[in-house]
């Protein structure tokens, strides 16, 4: 199938650890994004990849450094987990140039203990 | 002040009345908006986008925009259960291209039977 996906779906963690979170997508698309969307739902971009370029950085704390080893991978790595850190987690990818779609991943519900 | 405004809700609609949804963003020379629809525990997914001032109608949804008054809107004909959903409004930011978008805090929609 034709997708975005995420692994792992679900992420429980004690604080001070450190995770990662990976995203793959087949659809050829140029762009790729994480988000985080909180306990309220909302819907906040982290950062932004154009041809594993880091293009968008958004007042996001260092702790949280994004990799990206080819186009179709965009991976996300947490050192020294929080507990505000909890929130779910959405990877999305899009066409690159024009005004084209952001499709997302199921999302990675992470949990810091 | 938000960036993108949008009621929380819910908002309660009888099963075959129009249901609508408003939005209001900030920043005046944003170019596209957006109408996403998310269900509970899933990822949201894109079912409307509109560019020009006016009405752009697909199937049952209509997305109104007027930009002098900074508003978008979502109207859903004839809606129907499986319309329950939180409906994110997200927001294309000027000098950017696809790359960021701004979410709203999103409206809970229940459609009642």
């Known amino acids: 199938d034709t997708a975005v996906s995420q692994t792992p779906k679900y992420l429980v963690t004690q604080m001070g650890n450190d995770k990662s979170i990976k995203c793959e997508q087949n659809?050829?698309?140029?762009?790729m994004y994480w988000y985080k969307q909180d306990s309220k739902k909302f819907l906040k971009i982290m950062f932004s990849?154009?041809?594993?370029?880091?293009?968008i950085n958004e007042t996001v704390p260092n702790r949280f450094s994004p990799k990206s080893p080819d186009k179709a991978h965009l991976n996300l790595h947490i050192n020294s987990l929080e507990l505000g850190d909890s929130a779910v987690y959405f990877c999305a990818s899009s066409a690159a140039g024009g005004k084209n779609e952001q499709f997302f991943g199921p999302g990675t519900r992470l949990t810091v203990l | 002040q938000k960036e993108v405004e949008q009621n929380s809700g819910p908002l309660s609609v009888p099963e075959g009345a129009i249901a609508s949804l408003n939005c209001t963003y900030s920043d005046r020379g944003s170019q596209s908006f957006f109408w996403y629809r998310q269900y509970s525990g899933k990822s949201p997914e894109l079912i409307m986008f509109i560019y020009s001032n006016g009405d752009k109608e697909d199937g049952r949804f209509t997305a109104q925009l007027n930009k002098a008054s900074q508003y978008v809107s979502l109207l859903i004909r004839d809606s129907q259960p499986s319309d329950s959903a939180t409906y994110l409004c997200?927001?294309?930011?000027?000098?950017?291209?696809?790359?960021?978008?701004?979410f709203g805090t999103g409206t809970r929609l229940t459609i009642i039977p």
């Open positions: 659809l050829g698309h140029d762009t």
């Open positions: 990849y154009n041809n594993k370029e880091l293009i």
């Open positions: 997200a927001v294309n930011p000027l000098g950017f291209g696809n790359e960021k978008l701004t």
